[in-house]
């Protein structure tokens, strides 16, 4: 025996009788329901009949909708004017609206979840299709279903009050003074007031100039400096493998030339370093995954279900452009990153962390004079500015100077060119100590840019 779908055939009655009671209504309930969240055929041709209506700023009653009826030969198939008057009729006031309204549209939304299932299911039975790409489809087509119940009323200002003043007292009590994950560098908590929930940071720069061991610097520190040692921090490093991180890593903890761990060139007090460097690491709680074709929903799902076991605090992704987009949207690139980017936000809202992306710069800054890197040079930049709540920039002149002296420690700028609840416009200085993919903050304070 065929099961019958989920609705609600009161519900709609009572929704559609209250538009003929209160015109008003119509305006209240048409940001909640669409046409097709109605099951009954002719509750949709009903519906619709009274969009147009206000639309075309005209009175809604059971004459007017049975005249639009009429037009479209319609008037029949919903039951006539007996049916229209009923409907006004059976109401009483607009009282229970709200109620009405999430029934029909819980019915609704569960007959999506259904229909979006069976597709599901006949795309396995009938569809060519590689089982990690099904299983993406599938996540996306019933993320795409979750979204649409999230709740987008209006948040009183008394609750946000509140929730303001719970975090004032939290960072009262904060003697960091921090309302974010410390990064370990005074001078960089001091301008973000460290990483926050739902922040998207972006770090660029041209290649060899350091971002990935400055990512890498910043993970060590936030696993470190956060939650008594035990923040977790996903990373997901589409450029170099989990060996070649893990590698630089213990080279930075170890203070060991990471050229002499390649070749195993070692002394006995370097391999005591080590070890004790190997310790030191094996407390920290980093993640790594190196997949080389990865999309957003493969982090995404990744991360909701660290997050959901409650091991995810931080997420790193090196970088940008190496994320696959979405080849069928038929699109170009730098519309795929823009998309990238946007879903990058977005996963930070939901997920509640902060989400670095590193990102390349365009060739354009080499040609110039100045090569100090500004917004604009952001490669295949679409809505990353516009994204992101923290930019930040790495340069340093001895990069292009070759004959700048030592070449295994290079001074390095962090401009701050965006920063959306902090200090922007200024640079903090550090050295990086190439051998040891090591970054460290000067002593002296941050200072502002004058160009």
């Known amino acids: ?14 929704v559609l009788g209250i538009i003929f009671l209160d015109n008003r209504m119509i305006r209240t309930v048409a940001d909640i329901l669409d046409v097709e969240d109605f099951y009954e055929l002719r509750h949709q041709h009903i519906y619709k009949a ?46 229970h609206l709200e109620t009405y309204m999430d029934l029909v549209k819980d019915s609704s939304l569960k007959r999506q979840v259904i229909e979006t299932t069976s597709r ?5 039975y009938t569809e060519d299709i590689d089982a990690v790409d099904y299983l993406l489809e599938a996540e996306e087509k019933i993320f795409a279903l979750a979204q649409k119940r999230k709740s987008s009323e209006f948040t009183t200002l008394k609750a ?5 003043k719970e975090k004032i007292e939290f960072n009262r009590t904060n003697k960091g003074g921090l309302t974010g994950l410390a990064t370990g560098y005074h001078g960089l908590d001091r301008a973000t007031l460290g990483f926050k929930p739902e922040e998207l940071i972006i770090v660029a720069a041209r290649p060899g100039m350091g971002k990935s061991a400055f990512a890498m610097n910043i993970a060590l520190n936030v696993a470190k400096h956060n939650k008594q040692g035990s923040a977790a921090v996903a990373i ?24 002499k761990m390649k070749s195993g060139a070692l002394n006995a007090t370097e391999w005591n370093y080590l070890n004790i460097g190997e310790q030191t690491l094996s407390k920290y709680n980093i993640l790594f995954d190196d997949s080389a074709a990865v999309t957003v929903f493969d982090i995404r799902a990744k991360c909701r279900k660290l997050k959901q076991e409650d091991k995810l605090d931080f997420v790193i992704i ?27 936000k977005q996963m930070g809202r939901e997920l509640k962390v902060p989400i670095m992306a590193l990102s ?16 604009a040079d952001l490669r295949e930049s679409g809505s990353i500015e516009q994204d992101a ?10 990069y292009y100077n070759k004959d700048s002296g030592d070449s295994k420690v290079r001074n390095i700028g962090l401009d701050i060119a965006k920063n959306r609840q902090g200090m922007s416009g200024i640079t903090i200085d550090f050295k990086f100590d190439l051998p040891v993919s090591r970054f460290s903050a000067l002593d002296t304070e941050h200072k502002e840019r004058t160009d």
């Open 50 to 95: 009274m969009l147009e209506l206000d639309e075309n700023k005209m009175s809604i009653d059971y004459t007017s909708v049975g005249a639009m009826l009429e037009r479209s030969q319609q008037l029949a198939e919903v039951g006539g004017y007996p049916y229209l008057i009923s409907l006004f009729e059976s109401i009483g006031s607009t009282g």
């Open 318 to 344: 090196d970088y940008l452009q190496l994320i696959d987009g979405d080849k069928r949207a038929g699109s170009n690139r730098q519309e795929e990153v823009a998309r990238i980017s946007r879903s990058l």
């Open 236 to 259: 997901f490093s589409l450029e170099m493998s989990n060996e070649q991180l893990g590698s630089r890593m213990l080279s930075n903890i170890a203070n060991v030339d990471s050229t």
């Open 1 to 14: 025996m065929a099961k019958k779908l989920p609705y609600h055939l009161e519900s709609e009655q009572s």
């Open 389 to 398: 709540d923290i930019v930040l920039f790495l340069y340093s002149d001895d």
């Open 160 to 164: 946000v009050i509140e929730e303001v």
């Open 120 to 124: 599901i299911l006949e795309m396995g």
């Open 360 to 375: 390349q710069l365009s060739r354009d800054v080499d040609k110039r004079p100045d090569k100090r890197p500004v917004l």
